[in-house]
């Protein structure tokens, strides 16, 4: 039995970015949200594009305002008004001023703003009541960025804030990587599709639905094999089509020491290498990790990964979160980001475990007052007891020698959003 770290260190190296220049797609920018950037984005172009006002008032040489109060003000001749989106007309000479708005293009001659609640107008004359600062309220042309620069490294998830970015620089075709392929398939003679009346002993294929919702919430391309009965043939072929057609292989149920646990040696069958066989960790023990190498009937990448998920619900979603949404992230593209990240916070109440196993605990991560604060979900921390996993976003961890965590003190948290 490995180790949760031992077994974490395994996986993410197992697990490679898609290829940069084999695993991409062109597509329009309207499309990016959400996709992740295959190669860095230069752009042509200077921010600002030009030297513009960054106020609504007058533009004007600093030399001829240098000395301006209330007292005393500097009155100008105001030779043109620039409005954003025009070209200015005329050069600004000594005693002159241009009326400008926000975003105008600055005219030539004037290198300083005054905003317009510094000044009096009447008719074409300005009078400047205070001095400026040099340049004041002037946005220079390429003082955020210069063309030719790095605008953004490739590897990060496209949001709003880098959309506008890439709108403003006119990429409108982007290359990103494909979407990650993710074959998932249930494994138990006991399971039915939840539109079938139950039979003594049946139980509904849960893991279906929400592994369905964990991987397609991650932007993957889904391929839903269903349940496959506890038959080895089957399930080899099962098995057989999910590696050939997937980046990432999902199955849950089957893989523990049972009569009709098979699946390592239909892994080794199919040429798979298995990594992990238990993990030390409450709930998911039972957790198999293999890969599958040099696939030369593939379509899309060489290496697939195979997760054999525990079969008890709460096992199989505590399982993903922990190992496989990282590793499908990870297979996504993003540079950064990927890994679990932990917070410290204070738990409401104890936790206890047998300090054998690294124990998660689900419940309510909680803003009170400013400070989190962690909940464990009422009722029995069973890994078959799915109901009070409802409604949690977080799992607290206990780690391998520690027995209690007492109220109120520090807890590790992992966050759930999905
Ligand atoms: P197994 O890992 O196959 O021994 O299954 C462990 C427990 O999880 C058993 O009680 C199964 O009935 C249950 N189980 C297995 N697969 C699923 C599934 N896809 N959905 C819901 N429960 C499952
Ligand atoms: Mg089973």
Same mark, same amino acid.
């Given at each position: 039995m490995l180790s949760v770290s031992d077994t974490e260190n395994i996986i993410f190296n197992l697990v490679q970015p898609l290829d940069n220049q084999r695993d991409i797609e062109l597509i329009d920018l309207l499309a990016a949200g959400d996709r992740i950037l295959a190669s860095p984005i230069t752009s042509q172009l200077d921010f600002p594009h030009w030297d513009n006002s960054a106020m609504d008032g007058y533009a004007m040489r600093f030399a001829d305002v240098q000395a301006a109060s209330a007292e005393k003000p500097v009155i100008l001749e105001i030779i043109e008004e620039i409005p954003a989106g025009y070209q200015p007309q005329s050069t600004i000479k000594p005693g002159q001023a241009a009326r400008i708005f926000t975003g105008a293009v600055m005219p030539k001659g004037a290198d300083t703003v005054v905003m317009q609640e510094s000044t009096y107008r009447e008719g074409n004359r300005v009078?400047? $009541?205070?001095?400026? @600062?040099?340049? +004041?309220? *002037?946005?220079?042309r390429a003082a955020y960025y210069q063309a030719g620069s790095q605008l953004l490294p490739e590897g990060i998830i496209l949001k709003a804030a880098e959309i506008a970015v890439l709108a403003a620089a006119q990429c409108i075709e982007l290359s990103v &990587?494909?979407?990650?392929r993710v074959a998932i398939f249930s494994t138990g003679d006991e399971l039915v599709t939840p539109d079938q009346p139950l039979q003594p002993g049946q139980i509904v294929d849960s893991n279906h639905y929400a592994l369905f919702h964990l991987v397609r919430q991650m932007g993957a391309e889904l391929l839903m094999l269903g349940i496959v009965k506890d038959e080895p043939e089957k399930l080899k072929q099962v098995l057989a089509t999910a590696i050939n057609n997937? !980046?990432? *292989? $999902?199955?849950?149920?089957?893989?523990?020491? =049972? !009569? &009709?646990? &098979?699946? /390592?040696?239909?892994? /080794?069958? %199919? =040429?798979?290498?298995?990594h992990v066989r238990a993990v030390g960790m409450k709930p998911g023990k039972p957790l198999t990790v293999a890969s599958f190498e040099n696939n030369t009937d593939k379509t899309v990448g060489n290496r697939v990964i195979y997760f054999g998920l525990p079969g008890n619900p709460v096992s199989a979603l505590v399982t993903f979160w922990r190992f496989v949404q990282p590793s499908i992230k990870k297979l996504s =593209? %993003?540079? +950064?980001?990927? @890994?679990?990240?932990? *917070?410290? *916070?204070?738990? $409401?109440? /104890? $936790?206890r475990s047998d300090g054998k196993r690294e124990t998660y605990f689900w419940g309510y991560l909680d803003l009170n007052n400013g400070v989190y604060e962690f909940q464990p979900a009422g009722g029995s921390h069973s890994s078959a007891n799915l109901i009070n996993l409802a409604q949690t976003n977080a799992l607290a961890m206990v780690p391998v020698g520690t027995r209690l965590i007492p109220a109120q003190a520090q807890v590790q948290v992992l966050r759930i959003d999905s």
């Open positions: 009078s400047i $009541l205070a001095t400026p @600062k040099p340049q +004041q309220f *002037v946005r220079h &990587y494909r979407r990650p997937a !980046d990432v *292989v $999902l199955s849950s149920g089957g893989v523990s020491v =049972g !009569d &009709y646990d &098979y699946i /390592e040696e239909i892994i /080794e069958s %199919l =040429g798979g290498q298995i =593209g %993003l540079s +950064q980001g990927w @890994k679990p990240e932990f *917070v410290e *916070v204070r738990s $409401l109440q /104890e $936790l």
